[in-house]
C-alpha cells in the first residue's frame, strides 16, 4: 500500500535528484517534496524547486525506482494540488529528455504543452520544456474525472508537516 510523506525534504529531495543526471551533483536548492513510499521504503519522490512567486511558477521534477508503481490517482490529485490550490500558482513547469517519450506521452494526457529546446541538456541531449497552466490541469481527464482540484480535508499527518 502507497503512502505519501511530507517534511523529509532533504532525503526525498537527494533521492529524486540520485536518479536525475543533470542533478545529480547540484540537488534542487531550497525545495518542498512528496515522498511516495511503499511500506518502509521510499520508491519515489516529487521535488518542487525554483518557486517564483511573482509570476506564480514552480519547476517540479519527479523520480522513482524502476518497475515501482507509483503514479497512483492520489499521487496525481497530491502532486498538482500543492502547487495550485496550496501555493496558488498559475502554471507549473517540468524539464524532461527529449528522447523520454513515454514520460512525454503521460505529461500530454495531463495536458502539458511542450516547448522543445535542442541542446539544453548537454551537446547532444536535446530537452523539452513542459508546462502546465492551471486551466489545463482543470480541464485534464483525471482533474474533472475525480475533482482534483477540490481540496479534501487534510490528513493528520499532513497538518503536522
Not at 511530507?6 to 529524486?16: C, I, L, M, Q, R
Not at 522513482?64 to 508503481?69: I, Q
Request: proline letters at 6%; glycine letters at 8%; one cysteine or more.
Amino acid at each position: 500500500m502507497l503512502d505519501h510523506i511530507y517534511g523529509h525534504d532533504v532525503v526525498v529531495a537527494g533521492f529524486v535528484a540520485s536518479m536525475i543526471p543533470a542533478c545529480r551533483n547540484r540537488g534542487f536548492g531550497k525545495c518542498m517534496t512528496i515522498g511516495v513510499i511503499d511500506g518502509d521504503e521510499l520508491v519515489a519522490g516529487i521535488v518542487y524547486h525554483n518557486w517564483n512567486p511573482e509570476a506564480g511558477v514552480i519547476e517540479i521534477s519527479c523520480a522513482a525506482l524502476p518497475g515501482r508503481t507509483w503514479m497512483t490517482r492520489e499521487t496525481i490529485k497530491r502532486a498538482y494540488q500543492y502547487p495550485f490550490l496550496h501555493l496558488g500558482c498559475q502554471m507549473v513547469m517540468q524539464m524532461t529528455a527529449a528522447e523520454d517519450t513515454r514520460l512525454l506521452r503521460q505529461l500530454a494526457a495531463l495536458n502539458y504543452a511542450f516547448i522543445t529546446l535542442p541542446r539544453i541538456l548537454g551537446p547532444e541531449a536535446d530537452g523539452v520544456v513542459c508546462l502546465l497552466t492551471r486551466e489545463a490541469w482543470q480541464a485534464s481527464k483525471p482533474c474533472r474525472r475525480y475533482r482534483h482540484d477540490i481540496l479534501d480535508p487534510p490528513a493528520a499527518h499532513e497538518r503536522a508537516a
